[in-house]
């Protein structure tokens, strides 16, 4: 079989290339070696771990806020089992709607493992090690990523696990030890502490989800220590030693104090790396870097001319929205057309609660470039939203060039601030000013209106209501 575009991968970047390249009227295929399609996102990331934090967040504010809002339960408990068993439908409704999607837009699908033969042809080993070989003129490569891990730490995936196993445990932890302090980590770390584990962070820098704003990590601390984490920030993991029901994990800090703590899990959140593994890079004359990634230019194309990368396995965030993008990105260049993206605008977020969301630059890069920029913050608890849902924790930061006024960036804590980030992203990409969203009418009573309030103070500190 002959395509004009192959696409190795069906996470968020595949499957979104796939689309827009059918729609374009290209002929294409998609490679994935799993049964379900959708990737790590949609498999054992981005979906079922908010479907497991959404859980927990109602269990929590039923044993937490439910009489002071004057509802009362008798006999609260948490049943495991049918939080995991709602995950795994929530999973299987999204990954199903990925296949409706392949057969609406007539993209072929092959499960197995994709390896290049040469530059124009690929080999997929399905499960049985039966082979089929396709033609293509243009691949796309979106294989994501893999969870990292440190070379002394053995991944037994039964005490020492990583975000893949945390999102299908058979009981809640006693003691779940989470080495690292970024999103993966901090996320899981929160749904089993709101079902009742104790959890324990060690983190080397000595900040929480230290590649955002300072001012979010710090806040993001106070609210998780108020719900019960503890926290072993600036030490670095010496040995983690697992028999069949414990796990213990040492850690120093930078006075070369070691701290020994025991528990019954512990879960590996460092970050994650490319995943290229049994490509057949060089089969098509590529390689990958020291960091494992493949180099792509502007256009996202390879070294290789006709083939492209995509997502976890090129530089940048390792964002499914990012992964998104870039497929559009691709298959649109792919069709002579000229796409852009402005890689500064792409948010992130972080699903705890409150949740953390950021666009632009962060202060200490700005301070770091010597950039001129004034800075405005207001609080959560002085929103009366806040006040009315009990959700006071959290702020709204906005950054701002010190002449033009023009935002360089937005860090928001608080309730709902994922989705709050998008008008950020919005006001960013027409390079609006601080100063025009001041002027403009946010709905009271509303979380949003912490960003115009946070415009008026980067605009000559005129906050209103505080």
Not at 201 to 218: A, H, R
Not at 365 to 373: H, I, N, W
Not at 378 to 405: C, H, N, Q, W
Request: charged share 25%; with cysteine.
């Amino acid at each position: 079989m002959k395509y004009d575009v192959t696409v190795i991968g069906s996470g968020p970047g595949g499957y979104i290339a796939a689309i827009r390249c059918s729609q374009l009227g290209m002929k294409v295929a998609i490679i994935e070696k799993y049964d379900t399609l959708g990737g790590t996102c949609l498999n054992v990331g981005c979906i079922p771990s908010k479907a497991l934090l959404d859980s927990s967040e109602h269990y929590h504010n039923a044993a937490h806020t439910f009489n002071e809002h004057g509802i009362e339960l008798n006999d609260l408990k948490v049943n495991l089992e049918q939080m995991i068993n709602r995950k795994s439908k929530v999973v299987e409704q999204v990954t199903g709607g990925v296949d409706f999607l392949m057969k609406k837009n007539k993209i072929d699908v092959y499960h197995g493992m994709g390896s290049f033969v040469n530059k124009h042809q690929i080999k997929i080993t399905d499960a049985k090690g039966e082979e089929t070989q396709i033609d293509t003129d243009k691949t796309i490569i979106a294989t994501g990523s893999k969870p990292s891990t440190l070379p002394f730490i053995k991944l037994d995936k039964k005490r020492v696990i990583t975000s893949t196993e945390a999102l299908n445990l058979k009981e809640v932890p006693k003691h779940m030890i989470v080495i690292g302090g970024g999103v993966i980590g901090m996320e899981l770390g929160s749904v089993y502490k709101r079902l009742g584990a104790e959890v324990s962070v060690v983190e080397y820098m000595d900040n929480l989800i230290p590649s955002m704003d300072g001012t979010m990590g710090k806040e993001l601390k106070k609210s998780l220590k108020k719900l019960g984490f503890k926290m072993f920030l600036g030490h670095k993991v010496t040995e983690v030693k697992s028999t069949a029901k414990t796990v213990t994990v040492s850690a120093e800090n930078k006075k070369g104090e070691t701290v020994t703590l025991e528990g019954d899990y512990c879960l590996v959140s460092i970050g994650r790396r490319p995943y290229t593994d049994k490509l057949g890079l060089e089969n098509a004359g590529l390689k990958t870097n020291d960091r494992g990634q493949i180099e792509v230019d502007e256009h996202l194309q390879t070294s290789v001319p006709g083939i492209y990368a995509i997502g976890d396995v090129i530089k940048g965030a390792m964002l499914a929205h990012k992964a998104e993008e870039e497929g559009v990105f691709v298959a649109e260049t792919i069709a002579g057309q000229k796409p852009h993206i402005n890689y500064l605008l792409i948010p992130g977020v972080v699903y705890t609660w409150p949740e953390v969301a950021a666009v632009g630059y962060t202060e200490e890069q700005l301070k770091e470039s010597g950039r001129a920029y004034k800075s405005g913050s207001f609080p959560y608890r002085a929103l009366g939203r806040a006040r009315a849902s009990m959700d006071i924790d959290g702020l709204v930061k906005v950054l701002a060039d010190k002449e033009t006024d023009e935002i360089l960036g937005v860090h928001m804590i608080g309730a709902r601030t994922a989705d709050m980030i998008a008008e950020a992203v919005v006001a960013m990409e027409f390079r609006a000013s601080a100063e025009d969203i001041s002027r403009m009418s946010h709905a009271h009573p509303t979380y949003t209106e912490a960003f115009k309030e946070a415009c008026l103070a980067a605009t000559d500190n005129r906050a209103l209501n505080i």
